[in-house]
């Protein structure tokens, strides 16, 4: 069974650019969650998609953007990168959304270095 | 305010040992509660995941305890190994319509050998 998988795993980007990241959720999976980690702000929620929709969405500025298929992968974008956008940025699946008792699996993470 | 704290941030300990990693939760209204590691660099991989229902779960020498009451999770591991050296996080689903997780910051496990 394959897991949680993200596109691309290393990014350099310079200043004012923008950046896509994509996210493949476990198969079966409708629950996506993009997570940004830094040393010093430890992990930070940024959204939540269920069945193409945003059910969910952390204190970020609206630079931050995601969306989900119809086959539950998602994609999330920032625009007009900063220097503080450097971090690894984490994607994560579940199976559903709500009142579910299933955990969260994770990906390994797109590291992303602004320069 | 649903807030989760693990302590301690950092311990260090020889190789064998066995070892128990706090997490405390403010409000008891949760669904589950999952702990995970994160190697450096890495995602994170999910160890446990207990249930609001639970008491425990074991996986392996891993076993998680849950007291709602108390607000508090231990993760126990039982012979530590120097491949057990990580980060280890706690992570609670809130009961409200937001159902997001709320993160503890993390114990630094180092196993020495």
């Known amino acids: 069974k394959a897991g949680v998988t993200q596109t691309p795993r290393y990014l350099i980007k310079t200043r004012g650019q923008q950046v896509t990241l994509s996210c493949s959720p476990i198969?079966?999976?409708?629950?996506v969650s993009w997570y940004q980690q830094t040393p010093g702000q430890g992990l930070q929620f940024l959204f939540e998609?269920?069945?193409?929709?945003?059910?969910n969405k952390g204190n970020f500025p609206g630079r931050f953007s995601g969306r989900q298929f119809s086959n539950s992968r998602s994609e999330m974008n920032v625009s007009t990168l900063e220097l503080g956008d450097s971090a690894l940025y984490l994607c994560?699946?579940?199976?559903?959304?709500?009142?579910?008792?299933?955990?969260?699996?994770f990906g390994s993470g797109t590291r992303l270095t602004v320069v | 305010k649903q807030e989760v704290t693990q302590i301690p941030a950092a311990l260090s300990v020889p190789e064998g040992e066995n070892l128990v990693l706090n997490c405390s939760f403010t409000?008891?209204?949760?669904?589950?509660l999952q702990w995970f590691r994160q190697d450096p660099g890495k995602g994170l991989t999910s160890l446990l995941l207990?249930?609001?229902s639970q008491r425990e779960q074991t996986s392996g020498r891993l076993n998680a305890s849950l007291d709602k009451s108390s607000g508090r999770s231990t993760l126990y591991i039982a012979a530590s190994q120097p491949g057990d050296s990580a980060t280890y996080l706690c992570?609670?689903?809130?009961?409200?319509?937001?159902?997001?997780?709320?993160w503890g910051a993390g114990t630094k496990l180092i196993i020495k050998p």
């Open positions: 207990i249930q609001s």
């Open positions: 409000d008891s209204a949760i669904y589950n």
């Open positions: 198969s079966g999976h409708r629950s």
């Open positions: 992570a609670v689903r809130r009961t409200d319509s937001n159902y997001q997780l709320i």
């Open positions: 998609y269920f069945s193409e929709t945003q059910r």
């Open positions: 994560a699946s579940s199976l559903d959304l709500g009142s579910s008792p299933y955990g969260y699996t």
